[in-house]
């Protein structure tokens, strides 16, 4: 065969055809792993929509089987996507408005959901069903389309506008080739659940192939602030994107430019750059050679910048990584760092680590780790992973865990790790597992460690309260024999054998007194503080019912009930008597109260869930 043979062989692929015969590229590489990708790329598009529009998202998954393939249908309350948008968006790939955009986000090559679509069509020949609607007065538009590989374009197959209940939102429906597994982790479900760890703010319904449903309820009703978009660093950049920005940019100088593309370079900076490269401020930037573009680059490696700005990221916060350990996973205890941001190539990140103890989890299994990217589960690549590595390489077992040289430790125990960054190092294009980046991995140590002494702390406190609950229940038992023969002896009334094992046993004691004068209630609360410290704290009353009166309680009313709530601040060794009156009734079995550990506690329910201690 000769050259010119040879030359009629050769033609250009779009990228639609490249990808449809790499699929697994995209984390399409077996049926389960594909269902599950299908989900993702929706359900992540939804919440960047409802985020970026300031929404509380509301996302409603359901599967259903179809014959021998399966219907996904997801749903979301976002603003919608204009009519003109619908095709370019789910039957174009590569085409996305983050590509460009130095700032935390979920998606960020253009390929997700329109990937999904073109598996669809590859596996069943189905077209994707997408529904949209941007303005309650108006009706949605339903679009039915496929991707032309040849061309990289969509092709409509129809187009109409239909009654839809929501006022705003986007449906897209596919049907797809795979398997669905529920009993492990990389799963449909397990995707929701850890989906919904991280973004506490969502409203999650999904449904399941068998009909079973699975609510995971919003359990915060605060948005996340918006990542802001800044310009590169300097030292993030690499020479072939330079010199596309030296041709593309306005700035009509090499000074203008090195201070409007860039991020932290001003007009000392900039100067000393200029100054360092040996060219000249007044040069236009799209006159630049090869040579002298990479002299630039040098220049900007040889020259000390200020970090990127943070605002760029959006971390979950401590507070709420608690909230979710606690409230998914039913642990007795959680503890959540925020490390501050750093720099990776110019590229700013930072590590969040949570750990929950306790509770429901198994005492005789690895701990549970929960890997997060730009709040992406990572569901799959998990040994090849920088956050699994960092993990296996602390000393668990100086933190109360028992473990095996280099694995996951075993312990009742769950561990969450969050990386965040406008560029997230990933293995491979399906973005299942982190890069070891010498800069993240260390901070994901740092994090880990900090939260492995706050779990030794606790660990250590709860054997301590161990033994004297222990030592409470021997004096519970035996005291009240005691006081009993001796009011005998002495003829008098038995004495109050709460109050005396709290004195003994260093406690706070609460103590509540109910009168029921025809129907009026006047409750007496004496509080005593038996430690060897001050202690701060607030005490709660509900009921339902008027409140007549109350000793300087804050006061508030709902529908249902009536809270009181004292601030107390009492010093070792002293008591607080606090009375007020109702016409009503009391809903709390036991007054409430925060701030006081419950180890230390008698008399009274401690009010909060017991976070990060």
């Not at 072939?240 to 001003?266: D, P, S």
């Amino acid at each position: 065969m000769n050259a010119e043979e040879f030359a009629k062989r050769q033609k250009e692929i779009s990228i639609a055809e490249f990808f449809e015969k790499n699929k697994h590229i995209l984390g399409y590489s077996n049926p389960a792993k594909s269902l599950i990708t299908c989900v993702k790329e929706a359900v992540d598009n939804s919440l960047d929509a409802c985020e970026d529009a300031g929404i509380l998202p509301d996302i409603f998954v359901k599967i259903t089987r179809v014959e021998k393939n399966f219907k996904i249908i997801i749903e979301d309350n976002g603003p919608g996507i204009i009519k003109e948008q619908i095709p370019k968006v789910f039957g174009k790939l590569l085409y996305g408005s983050r590509f460009h955009s130095i700032r935390q986000s979920r998606g960020q090559q253009g390929i997700g959901v329109s990937g999904a679509v073109l598996y669809a069509q590859l596996t069943t020949g189905k077209p994707a069903v997408i529904t949209s609607k941007t303005n309650p007065k108006e009706k949605a538009i339903k679009f039915e389309l496929f991707i032309d590989t040849r061309k990289n374009e969509p092709e409509i197959v129809s187009e109409e506008k239909i009654d839809w209940f929501r006022p705003r939102g986007t449906r897209i429906e596919l049907e797809i080739a795979g398997a669905y597994v529920k009993e492990r982790k990389q799963s449909v479900l397990e995707y929701v659940t850890e989906t919904a760890v991280v973004n506490p703010h969502a409203k999650i319904t999904f449904i399941d192939p068998d009909g079973e449903i699975f609510e995971f309820n919003r359990i915060s009703e605060e948005i996340p602030e918006i990542p802001k978009e800044i310009p590169p660093h300097p030292h993030g950049i690499e020479l072939g994107k330079l010199m596309w920005m030296l041709k593309t940019t306005q700035a009509n100088t090499l000074l203008n430019f090195l201070k409007t593309e860039f991020v932290r370079v001003g007009d000392k900076k900039a100067s000393e750059v200029i100054e360092k490269s040996g060219l000249k401020p007044s040069t236009k930037p799209a006159n630049l050679s090869r040579e002298e573009i990479a002299r630039l680059l040098d220049a900007f490696n040889q020259t000390d910048f200020l970090p990127p700005p943070t605002d760029c990221l959006s971390p979950i916060g401590e507070k709420f990584i608690m909230k979710s350990l606690i409230n998914r996973f039913s642990v007795e205890w959680a503890f959540a760092v925020t490390r501050k941001p750093k720099v990776f190539s110019g590229n700013p990140f930072l590590v969040e680590v949570g750990i929950g103890y306790g509770g429901e989890l198994k005492a005789d299994e690895r701990v549970k780790l929960l890997r997060f990217a730009n709040k992406i589960p990572l569901l799959y690549s998990q040994g090849g992973c920088a956050l699994t590595k960092a993990v296996e390489s602390i000393n668990w077992k100086s933190y109360g865990l028992t473990q095996s040289r280099n694995e996951l430790p075993v312990g009742p125990a769950v561990i969450l790790i969050h990386v965040a960054s406008t560029n997230i190092p990933y293995t491979s294009e399906s973005k299942e597992a982190v890069a070891t980046i010498p800069e993240i991995f260390e901070e994901i140590r740092l994090g880990l460690q900090e939260a492995g002494r706050r779990l030794k702390e606790h660990i250590g406190r709860k054997e301590r309260f161990k033994k004297k609950k222990g030592k409470e229940e021997l004096l519970n038992r035996l005291l009240p024999l005691l006081a009993k023969k001796v009011s005998e002896v002495l003829e008098r009334e038995e004495i109050d054998v709460g109050r005396v094992v709290s004195r003994i046993m260093g406690n706070v004691h609460v103590e509540r007194t109910v009168k029921d004068r025809d129907g009026l209630l006047e409750v007496e609360l004496r509080v005593f503080n038996f430690t060897k410290s001050k202690k701060e704290f607030k005490l709660y009353e509900i009921c339902a019912g008027e409140v007549v009166s109350s000793d300087n309680a804050k006061i508030s009313s709902t529908a249902n009930h009536t809270s009181l709530l004292w601030q107390i601040q009492l010093p070792p060794g002293k008591d607080v008597v606090l009375k007020y009156s109702i016409k009503g009734r009391l809903i709390n079995r036991k007054p409430y109260v925060e701030g006081v550990e419950k180890e230390i506690l008698n008399g009274a329910e401690v009010m909060d869930l017991n976070i990060g201690e």
